[in-house]
């Protein structure tokens, strides 16, 4: 069952790598050039603050995923720490759940952060007089709105390495140890 379940968790991670990687140049390389007003106007990602902290955010994030991948495949002493069967491994488990849901918040608090932006640019507030753009700049706008679907089925694969990371860190803990270390704190 261990040998499945890390087949499973480097699917996810090399899939969320590939989501991660998609979403940022998708939403980096798109742009569209408009006549609007008399005069040329482009729209690009760097418009966007949002944006521009997303592609950044999932490039970290796909970084961090690929060296996991690596380090689960290779021979490395990170590697064989998480191999060593008499205990040593209980801390590197809670780093890396630590650092699998810093992963998780971060590309999902960017993604959401882009969504909300994107909308605004559907939407439009007229009361701050921001006009809608996704109508002049059609091309741009369901690229953009393909890169955060993308990114957020990234974050539901994220979600998923997750679980699997406290899974492997909670079989840790045998019910007899829990057990001698609650009667030793009594």
Known sequence: MKNHMEKTEAFLRL?????????????????????????YRKASYDNVRALVVLVYVDAVVA???LL????????????????????????????SLLLDQMAVYVAFGANSAAFQASVLGITGIPDFQWMK???????????????LM??????????????????????QYSPKRFLLLKSISD
Do not use: E
């Not at 998708?26 to 007003?37: P, Y």
């Not at 495949?73 to 064989?80: I, L």
């Not at 753009?133 to 890169?147: E, P, S």
């Open 15 to 39: 899939s969320s790598v590939l989501l991660l990687v998609l979403t940022a140049l998708l939403i980096g390389l798109d742009h569209q050039t408009k006549f609007v007003f008399f005069a």
């Open 63 to 65: 970084g961090y995923n």
């Open 68 to 95: 996991r991948l690596f380090g689960q495949c290779s021979s490395t002493p990170a590697a064989w720490v998480k191999a060593n069967p008499n205990g040593s491994n209980i801390n590197l488990a809670w780093l």
């Open 133 to 147: 753009l996704c109508n002049k700049y059609t091309k741009f706008c369901i690229q953009m709105g393909g890169a």
């Open 150 to 171: 993308c990114g957020y089925v990234a974050c539901l694969l994220l979600i998923s390495i997750s679980f699997i990371t406290a899974f492997n860190l909670f079989r």
